[in-house]
């Protein structure tokens, strides 16, 4: 998939015209008459949206297309998607010398289809490439899709071939892949380190059994940064059962760790000066005779005990232990990504995912990641007069709120109770999953804060 950019050497390419509603008439007065008159053929106004049209040229092989974009001057890293996505395929380059730039990632990723299960894959005129003057961010943009791809395909990957025992394999590939050092804590040494990821996986079937999968890249001597991922590989809910509606897409429920891994990737990849720690708490929430309970009260890693209020919140339990776990190294900063509320999703829909952060300047510095990134994240507040929602009457917090209301940021709050009090914190509250197709993105596995938070750490940590 990595492979459809190419340093633009002059090679035969068909030309994609980008054109919008205020440049369209000029564009068109500009070209043949034969070509004015298909336009006005097919009814082709330049008017904003995924439109576009093959061009003849004076031989067979000279055909070129023009399509629709929301703003020549500002393109989104989506605009040329379908295109990608539709063309035969072949070699692109866009006209007059211009730079695809960000919308270089879609073009990638509008190919891109998790096909891992389909018998018949459907007919496909292969790989459409895109030419660009820019070789220079050709590396880098393919490591943008691969790390998206990764997210995608591991969300979308059915419980059945993705348990714990895969997600260590899949990150021990990545962490072997760039010379990481693994470490594996399961069975007693899980139980007696790291007790709430214990408690939440123990009634997983054998072979599925709860583990915590590190690795740790760089130089010692190098910032510290330690990246988090909720690793739920399937949620039925434990005993407080989820219904048949809520339960079907929870393959997803390991989102977390999928954007944890792939954020590592690009860390590791991108060769920033940094320690990296990344750590993957992966289990799955099954019902047995030894499922957690409500009423029960766990310890914790950090000594803290828990009461279990709802044993549908546990991806902040196995959270808790691992943040515990990230904050010993004395880390500089601390990323968790997570498929963590119901509440984040009513609050700002599957696109937005909320942010938290206990640091204003690590809060700002990831907006700004956003916003170059076109990756768009919103901050929620870490209201600390909502922490009374989560006491309980007989341990030294609860697990959920006392309330439905501000479910993702009693979350959040439960979460900030295991980090270092002053150890900058970041918190994606993440769906992990696109509802519904839209170009560059098919339904299902989606990154979402992925590339904001890589820009936010390139922009830190950058080379000179």
């Given amino acids: 998939?990595?492979?459809?950019?190419?340093?633009?050497?002059?090679?035969?390419?068909?030309?994609?015209?980008?054109?919008?509603?205020?440049?369209?008439?000029?564009?068109?007065?500009?070209?043949?008459?034969?070509?004015?008159?298909?336009l006005d053929a097919r009814r082709f106004d330049g008017e904003t949206g995924y439109r576009n049209t093959i061009l003849p040229g004076e031989n067979d092989d000279e055909w070129s297309v023009v399509t629709v974009v929301a703003n020549v001057d500002d393109l989104s890293p989506w605009c040329l998607s379908k295109l990608a996505h539709t063309l035969p395929g072949g070699t692109y380059r866009l006209a007059d010398g211009k730079s695809p730039g960000p919308a270089k990632l879609g073009w990638i990723l509008g190919q891109h289809r998790f096909d891992r299960y389909k018998s018949d894959n459907g007919k496909?005129?292969?790989?459409?490439?895109?030419?660009?003057?820019?070789?220079?961010q050709i590396d880098r943009t393919k490591s943008l899709a691969a790390a998206t791809i990764l997210v995608r395909d591991l969300i979308d990957t059915p419980a059945e071939d993705l348990g714990?025992?895969?997600m260590e394999a899949r990150a021990k590939e990545i962490a072997d892949k760039h010379g990481a050092k693994v470490e594996v804590t399961r069975g007693d040494a899980l139980e007696q380190g790291h007790p709430m990821i214990h408690a939440v996986g123990k009634a997983a079937a054998k072979g599925r059994e709860p583990r915590l999968v590190e690795f740790t890249w760089g130089r010692e001597d190098a910032p510290r940064i330690a990246i988090v991922g909720k690793g739920v590989v399937f949620d039925s809910g434990g005993l407080d059962i989820?219904?048949?509606?809520?339960?079907?897409i929870m393959k997803k429920d390991m989102g977390g760790a999928a954007h944890a891994l792939a954020l590592a990737q690009l860390v590791m990849e991108r060769n920033l000066p940094v320690r990296l720690h990344c750590l993957i708490p992966t289990v799955e929430n099954a019902i047995d005779g030894r499922a957690l309970r409500p009423g029960d009260v766990i310890a914790s890693r950090k000594g803290l005990s828990v009461e279990i209020h709802n044993t549908d919140a546990e991806g902040r339990l196995i959270l808790g232990d691992a943040l515990t776990k990230a904050g010993e190294d004395d880390p500089?900063?601390?990323?968790?990504?997570?498929?963590?509320?119901?509440?984040?999703r009513i609050a700002m829909g599957p696109d937005l995912p909320p942010m938290f952060a206990n640091d204003d300047d690590l809060a700002d510095a990831l907006l700004a990641g956003s916003e170059a990134a076109s990756d768009p994240i919103w901050r929620l507040p870490l209201w600390d007069g909502y922490m009374q929602m989560l006491k309980s009457d007989i341990a030294d917090l609860a697990n959920a709120g006392s309330s439905p209301f501000a479910g993702c940021i009693t979350a959040a709050l439960f979460l900030q109770k295991f980090v270092p009090e002053n150890t900058p914190w970041a918190h994606f509250d993440t769906y992990g999953w696109m509802p519904g197709a839209k170009p560059g993105r098919p339904k299902g596995g989606e990154a979402y804060g992925l590339r904001a938070a890589f820009a936010m750490l390139e922009e830190k940590y950058s080379r000179d």
């Fill in 242 to 248: 989820k219904g048949a509606t809520g339960m079907r």
């Fill in 164 to 166: 714990p025992a895969e």
């Fill in 332 to 344: 500089e900063l601390i990323i968790d990504f997570a498929t963590l509320t119901g509440a984040a």
């Fill in 1 to 38: 998939m990595t492979d459809l950019l190419a340093a633009d050497k002059g090679q035969a390419a068909h030309t994609i015209h980008l054109v919008d509603k205020n440049s369209f008439e000029d564009w068109k007065k500009g070209q043949p008459q034969r070509i004015r008159t298909l």
């Fill in 124 to 136: 496909d005129t292969g790989p459409r490439i895109l030419l660009t003057e820019h070789a220079a």
